[in-house]
């Protein structure tokens, strides 16, 4: 970040107990009431909106008997990244919307927070799948996010073999370089990775980054296959004049170097910060500037709330926050006079110490075929080049981690079958 912006007033106890975990954990008493609150659907709506298609009456029934073994073992066997999309997953427009009880009386069953004591309860006994006998079949992954590392790790229970590339220093992808902070506290994504890779057959190789030091033909030449889980590495631009002065920067940085930092207490935000964009990357780069001790913080949003990828949960918990969302203001321009950014809307003009843009990140291309700007994918998660799958953010459908982390687990049983498992 700049010199030039200040310290908040934030004493660095705050701002260390502001980053404290934003949802604590359920007792062993809230669970069980929240488990007998489950009707166990025959048809169970909740489990047909899960990406993952966990079953969610499945293992909300074993917590409700005290079978914590069983519950998780239903949740992981569908979904490896169960621990984080119990914290991050939006349940309100998926599960926990589907739910019976919703409809009934506005109060779902608390689907994610029942997921969160299961998986919780499993990650202090460590990995519970064991690895079928090995293949001889060796795999590139290239990505250690959550698609790369559920396709490894459904993989390596296979018995195959499988190396791991990532562009960081640190595996993890977006889990542990852009979801804020509070989300994923106490290292949570890292101590998931080292769960999930504990199965075995998995090694991970960092700072190998697709078309510079490492190159998808020679990985086809010495892979039995490999899978594409490399995300979106590029980020979309504003197009307006000045959005690429002194103080302007990405939102997804400025989360990575949050998440990174050992010493929140010493990052600087300035007084005043404007966030471009309506997403959850631009409700959690917002409501972190606040948690820093920005005073005035407003993000600048081109349509209407309903239009805002983010949930409308998520904009209230940035609103709680004390984050002010301007709805069709467009920024037409970005201006600098005597070191002071404003940006400019058609109605309005806002001056911020720090501007933060948030309009989405894109796929750079290279290596397979590309169709509206990911990749081109069939329904087996083959690429257009033999040998190569692909899935996650990186190719079409929904941005979001469980998603990912299904696209992982099913093209590993595609590249199993293309083996000739
Ligand atoms: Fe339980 Fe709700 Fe799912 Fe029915 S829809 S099984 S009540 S969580």
Known sequence: MSDSLTRPGLTPAQILANFAEAHPPLTQAQALVEANRCYFCYDAPCTQACPTGIDIPGFIRGIATGNLAGAASKILEENIFGGSCARVCPTEILCERACVRTAESGEPIAIGALQRVATDWQMERGNPFARAAETGKRIAVVGAGPAGLACAHALARLGHAVQVFDAKAKPGGLNEYGIAAYKLADDFAAREIGFITAIGGIAIEYRKC?????????????FDAVFLGIG???????????EFLPGVRDAIDFIAELRQTQDKTALKIGRRVVVIGGGNTAIDAATQARLLGAEDVTMLYRRGPEHMSATAEEQAWAQRHGVAIRFWAAPLQITEAHGALSVVTERAIFPADLILKAVGQTFLGGGPAVEGGRIKIDASYRTSLPGVFAGG????GLDLTVQAVQDGKLAARAIHEFLGG
């Open 393 to 396: 953010d990186c190719v079409p």
């Open 210 to 222: 697709l078309g510079e030091n490492l190159h998808l033909d020679d990985l086809r030449e010495t």
């Open 232 to 242: 979106l590495r590029g980020t979309n631009h504003l197009g307006i004049a000045g």
